[in-house]
């Protein structure tokens, strides 16, 4: 099982991680963060399997991934 923890309050809301999600669970909330962003969220974590694309595309570096 994978967690992916996104620092919400850095995010740009650009979308390239919700584009690159194989399992399509990555979202960009309706409320906006510090900097006035929409930011990317992960609506179902449990079905992330880990790859990390949504990682390795961030250009803000806001994403980590974790395996178990």
Aim: with cysteine; net charge negative; charged share 30%.
């Amino acid at each position: 099982m994978a967690k992916v923890k996104f620092e919400t309050d850095r995010c740009k809301g650009c979308k390239l991680c919700t584009n690159v999600c194989p399992q399509e669970i990555i979202i960009i909330e309706e409320e906006a963060n510090i900097k006035g962003y929409y930011p990317a969220a992960v609506k179902e974590t449990e079905d992330c399997i880990g790859c990390a694309f949504c990682a390795l595309i961030c250009p803000d570096v806001v994403i980590e991934v974790f395996k178990e």
